[in-house]
């Protein structure tokens, strides 16, 4: 049997020779299971995966090899459940426990190291390859022509070998005989599997669209006249062997670091003050309350706005070594528990917001494999510079929802306000009215009241009766109603 390594490189360089057995390893020799993310069966449930893991074969192995059903420890129920969502077993209830039993499409798996359905569709695949080979173009003209009389995009379905054979073909035939514009590019993505997908570009278009270059910030190998704050943070460090840690002490610079990494440390803060200075930022140390104990750290101030800085260097777990002192007391208390791993500096700076701040995912960087501290300090810059603009952002929305309703409720007090005066002047009126009616026709009582005064004394009745504002169905306003409803 071959290593993992090998079955994936011979499955690069052929993955059907390899699933065929033809790639100069039996089919008993390879393992069951291949690690392809792509061999997945689409159906109306979802996704179902071809592939069958270590453990998965294993397990379907020891079903096949057993006479009856096999009883499925508590532990590998979830292997036989992908089992069984693959159709490669069954599952039943037996005496108050799980057995399972090869399936049909087990046998076939076992047999020929493929799902039947996965089978079925490289044949699917298969049959109208000699029809699309035909419709792919002749020469790397033709599919340059395609691109330029289309949209600039084509793509080509999951076709079979021919298929796919021939647009690469043309493509390589345009790439080398200098079919492509001057100053354009075509691009071929997805070539081993999945859809492929060929684009014509414009460079210059391309290059435009592209975000500009990040500032770098140059970290002296020397440094003449250091930061104040850096000054300081270096008369605090001392000529002590052990690891560097400044955390604790206000006015400086946090840093937590092994000490050959500390003048590295020293500088790269150094060239990120400067350089946040030079772009007319500020620097101010904070101290904060944590969980009762006092955290120092070095922030930038963009537009009144401080963004916190620790610089650290991050650690490795690495067995733990018991000292004698760790053993004598274990042989005393045998119940007690020694550490199972230290933590040990690995020789990368990171630089970003505290634990356990408001920013603490915010912004962070950090030496990389293909990157180093150093080179990062322009994009956290930037990255400062999108946080305070995303703050204020919000601040100024903000603040326009609360003009906004601070404009809606005077809008709906005034109009309260005119509500009630309307409302007291109707009462007023619709007093006055009345009692003037009364009056007038308690002094005519006696003696008959002409015609046209006693007109006049009805009409001024009823618009007594319109005015008065208890004439109609009582209700409050809405706020009112509201938290009527709510205290009841």
């Known amino acids: 049997m071959l290593p993992d390594t090998d079955y994936r490189r011979l499955w690069a360089r052929s993955p059907r020779a390899l699933l065929r057995g033809t790639a100069g390893v039996s089919i008993a020799a390879r393992p069951l299971y291949v690690d392809r ?45 992908a089992l069984e969502q693959r159709g490669l077993i069954k599952r039943t209830w037996r005496s108050g426990s799980r057995v399972a039993v090869v399936a049909t499409d087990g046998h076939f798996y076992l047999k020929h190291d493929k799902h039947p359905h996965q089978v079925q569709t490289e044949k699917e695949r298969l049959q109208g390859d000699e029809t699309q080979a035909a419709r792919a173009p002749a020469d790397g003209a033709e599919l340059v022509s395609r691109l330029q009389t289309g949209s600039g995009k084509i793509t080509v379905p999951d076709r079979a070998p021919k298929t796919r054979g021939r647009w690469r073909a043309a493509y390589y035939d345009a790439l080398h005989h200098g079919h492509v514009p001057t100053g354009h590019k075509v691009r071929w993505s997805c070539r081993q599997l999945g859809d492929c997908v060929f684009t014509l570009v414009d460079e210059k278009v391309e290059k435009a669209a592209q975000p500009p270059p990040v500032p770098a910030a140059d970290v002296p190998e020397v440094v003449k006249r250091p930061h104040p704050l850096v000054r300081a943070t270096h008369k605090a460090l001392g000529r002590g062997q052990g690891a560097v840690d400044t955390r604790s002490t206000a006015e400086i610079t946090p840093l937590y670091v092994s000490r050959p990494l500390a003048d590295r440390a020293l500088r790269t803060m150094h060239a990120l003050l400067t350089q946040a200075e030079g772009r007319g930022y500020t620097m101010e140390t904070q101290t904060d309350l944590q969980r009762g104990e006092a955290v120092h750290t070095v922030a930038i101030v963009i537009r009144g706005r401080a963004l916190p800085l620790v610089l650290t260097e991050r650690t490795a777990k690495v067995p733990h070594e018991p000292t004698p002192q760790e053993l004598r007391q274990q042989e005393r208390n045998p119940w007690t528990r020694l550490l199972k791993h230290d933590e040990e500096f690995n020789g990368r700076l990171a630089l970003g917001a505290p634990v356990e701040s408001w920013c603490q995912h915010s912004y962070s960087y950090s030496d990389g494999a293909r990157w180093t501290l150093e080179s990062r300090l322009g994009h956290l810059l930037q990255d400062f510079e999108h946080l305070a603009a995303e703050a204020e952002r919000r601040e100024r929305e903000q603040e326009l929802r609360e003009a906004e ?15 009630q005066f309307e409302q007291h002047r109707a009462t007023v009126l619709t007093g006055q009215l009345r009692a003037f009616c009364q009056a007038a026709r308690a002094r005519a009582s006696d003696a008959p009241v002409a015609a046209d005064k006693a007109d006049w004394l009805e009409w001024a009745e009823a618009c007594a009766e319109q ?13 009112s109603a509201g938290r009527a409803g709510g205290a009841a």
């Not at 689409?42 to 998965?56: R, T």
């Not at 397990?59 to 459940?81: F, K, N, Q, Y």
């Open 37 to 81: 993310p792509d061999c997945t069966l689409s159906s109306g449930a979802g996704v179902v995966k071809y592939a069958v893991s270590a453990p998965q074969a294993d397990l379907l192995r020891e079903i096949a090899a057993a006479s009856d059903a096999v009883r499925i420890a508590p532990g590998r129920v979830h292997t036989a459940w």
């Open 405 to 419: 309703q601070r404009r809606r409720w005077y809008t709906a007090v005034a109009r309260a306000r005119e509500q």
């Open 467 to 479: 005015l008065d504002p208890l004439q109609g169905p009582l209700c409050a306003p809405a706020k």
